[in-house]
Structures are given as structure tokens and as C-alpha cells.
């Protein structure tokens, strides 16, 4: 059985959001919560909690799921739109500032 959960617009690049995801890739679910809780980079926060919710979105789907035989079978960070923002620079320009998002999609899966 498979459960997936999708976070759309988050605020940080995709680049980095993947160095997260790569370190949990085929980890076991319990695994993979240990070392979100405790990553010191960003975008493990909102990665932990759509890791959550892929959880819930499995126990829904089958209550008698054991989470110990579940690993994270799928996790990609894909890019999404830039917000662009003006900043005043020298001499009256003006400098833009892109501050990304990424679409982040998770999937676990039962080892059976």
C-alpha cells in the first residue's frame, strides 16, 4: 500500500530542499522522523510535517497499517514560481530580489 502527501508553494529553493529529502530517501518512516526532528537545516520543518501527513494519509486508508514496515519510497523537490521583489540600489535603480518556492511530494510505502 501506498500513501502520498504533496506541499505546494513552500517558501525555500528546491535545490536545497532536496539535500533533505536525500538524506531520508529508502529510510524506514520512524527513521526518517528521527533524523527531520533533528536536522538543523530549514526545510526539514515543513518536511517532517508532510511527512505527517503522509502518515495520517495511510492510517486513513488502512487503520491496521504498521508503521514499523513503512519507508519513504518517493521524495522530490521540484521547482515553483519565483516571487519577485524591487529593492532601491545606488544611484536610483532598482535591484530585484527572487525569493523561490518548490513543490515538494512525498510517498511511503509498505514493505510486504
Known sequence: MEATAKLK???GS???ARLVLDT???KKVSEAQT???FSRRRAAGPIYKLLESAIANAQQQDPRINLDEMIVSQAMADEGPQ???Y???ARGRAFMIRKPTCHISLAI???E
Do not use: E, V, Y
Request: glycine share 0%.
Open 9 to 11: 508553494f513552500a517558501r
Open 14 to 16: 528546491a535545490r536545497k
Open 24 to 26: 531520508i530517501r529508502n
Open 35 to 37: 533524523i527531520l526532528r
Open 83 to 85: 516571487m519577485k521583489r
Open 87 to 89: 529593492k532601491p540600489r
Open 109 to 111: 510505502q509498505s514493505l
